[in-house]
């Protein structure tokens, strides 16, 4: 069966220092894969999604990047965080098969001080 | 654009009840709906998912509905459990591209 692994879990992060999130998916080939931010009182907004190695498509310009570097990773990334950064993150896949359904990953809580 | 809308936004019903959870769409040309549950502090569990081509989908307790011409989904929850407290969320997939529009969720508590 697939399963999807998100890490660190909880994160606190200085202002304008790194992050890197890592999403990982096991069982599957070549999935779709999603990033997508949860703040406080607002929904759920899409900030990248990837149908390939090196294939990165961004919904929203902001202070993020993401990578896939191998066909079952994907990694959201910043060089220097703000406060705004702050939310819960959350790493999805779906297949390419005809359901389209999506899963999610366990998520990462990212408090930027 | 799509638009998804999801009411109430929060309910309260004692154990036992059967609840209806509503989701509204704007552009009926989806490929999918899919409900969500989340739990605090969780990431979000698949708990239906309905091609645009099915009216229902059943597992458990709970039931989904669709009607695309009206753009509605209903998640109906038979006898609920103080385990069900949750939001829940709904999802739909347009028929071109990878892009889901998230409605803004339904927090429900069943009291015991």
């Known amino acids: 069966s697939q399963t999807i692994h998100q890490w660190p879990a909880t994160l606190v992060q200085p202002v304008g220092s790194p992050l890197s999130l890592e999403c990982t998916v096991e069982?599957?080939?070549?999935?779709?894969l999603y990033w997508y931010r949860q703040a406080a009182g607002r929904g759920l907004q899409l900030l990248f999604y990837s149908v390939g190695i090196g294939q990165i498509s961004s919904e929203v310009p902001q202070n993020l990047s993401a990578s896939r570097p191998q066909d079952r990773q994907f990694i959201l990334s910043s060089k220097k965080l703000l406060l705004s950064d702050s939310g819960f993150y959350l790493c999805a896949w779906s297949g390419t098969g005809l359901t389209g359904e999506l899963f999610f990953g366990e998520g990462s809580r990212l408090t930027v001080l | 654009k799509q638009e998804v809308t999801q009411i109430p936004a929060a309910l309260s019903v004692p154990e036992g009840e059967n609840l209806v959870l509503n989701c509204s769409f704007t552009d009926s040309a989806i490929y999918n709906l899919q409900w969500f549950r989340q739990d605090p502090g969780k990431g979000l569990t698949s708990l239906l998912l309905i091609q645009s081509s099915q009216r229902e989908q059943t597992s458990g307790r709970l039931n989904a509905s669709l009607d695309k011409s009206s753009g509605r989904s209903t998640l109906y929850i038979a006898a609920s459990q103080p385990g069900d407290s949750a939001t829940y969320l709904c999802?739909?997939?347009?028929?071109?591209?990878?892009?889901?529009?998230f409605g803004g969720g339904t927090r429900l508590m069943v009291k015991p």
């Open positions: 999802a739909v997939r347009p028929r071109a591209g990878n892009m889901l529009t």
């Open positions: 069982g599957t080939s070549n999935p779709n």
